[in-house]
């Protein structure tokens, strides 16, 4: 296991288009989360997830974002009816955790999406 | 609700020189975490140092270490003998503690990038 993984690691999109990214975790890892980096900005929060439940969504994630992570491994996350400012980098995370404790936060490469 | 802030876009340092990278905060809560990363282009975020807010001990990882300022909410990062491997666009993070927030999401600031001259 080398990491995090997201794929693809550069997305190309007409605008109106659907666009679907995956983030593997790293095995042993239960919790997984999903950034957006716009240029020169830090992440931003979207969502996180503990095994398959989804625990926690930020106001970014508007009705056109949903992510999955079905079996508590990888997860997906979907854009529908990509829009010029979707444009950005998504990034995915995962660590370990029981209870307060988490362990091993790791970030992926990220997927940067252009919407054209 | 919490935010963290970067106010140096940009530094440069010489080669085997130390630079200090600033970093505040702000939060009601009285603990948490706060972290510095490190981005190279295109690539991956590194944890460079974490930092918890009960420990008045300042955080050390070999070249790098932290001014932990609790009541001035200030967080800054020195990098000494500075290396061109250090040039990359570095990250202040925090995350509140999960019992009192529920959450395990972090904040970031906007970053500073860092350029090390030979």
């Known amino acids: 296991d080398t990491g995090v993984s997201q794929d693809p690691r550069h997305k190309i999109t007409k605008r109106g288009q659907n666009v679907t990214f995956r983030c593997d975790p790293i095995?042993?890892?239960?919790?997984l989360y999903w950034y957006r980096q716009t240029l020169g900005q830090g992440p931003e929060f979207l969502t996180y997830?503990?095994?398959?439940?989804?625990?926690?969504k930020s106001r970014l994630l508007s009705d056109r974002f949903s992510a999955e992570r079905p079996k508590g491994s990888f997860s997906t996350l979907e854009i529908q009816r990509t829009e010029q400012g979707d444009s950005a980098m998504y990034l995915c995370?995962?660590?370990f955790g029981s209870g307060q404790l988490s362990y091993g936060y790791t970030f992926g490469s990220g997927t940067r999406l252009t919407v054209v | 609700a919490q935010t963290v802030t970067q106010s140096q876009p940009e530094m440069s340092v010489q080669e085997a020189e130390t630079v200090t990278l600033s970093c505040t905060y702000d939060?009601?809560?009285?603990?948490?975490?706060l972290f510095w990363y490190k981005q190279p282009p295109s690539r991956q975020m590194i944890l460079v140092i974490r930092?918890?807010?009960?420990?008045?001990q300042n955080a050390t990882e070999n070249r790098f270490s932290v001014n932990f300022q609790k009541a001035a909410k200030s967080f800054s990062l020195k990098i000494s003998d500075s290396q061109l491997g250090d040039a990359a666009m570095y990250f202040c993070?925090?995350?509140?503690?999960?019992?009192?927030?529920?959450?395990?999401?972090?904040?970031f600031g906007t970053g500073t990038r860092l350029k090390v001259l030979a």
């Open positions: 095995s042993e890892h239960n919790r």
């Open positions: 939060t009601s809560e009285s603990d948490y975490y």
């Open positions: 993070a925090y995350r509140s503690q999960p019992i009192t927030s529920g959450t395990y999401k972090y904040i």
């Open positions: 930092q918890e807010a009960y420990k008045q």
């Open positions: 997830f503990q095994n398959e439940a989804q625990l926690e």
């Open positions: 995370a995962s660590s």
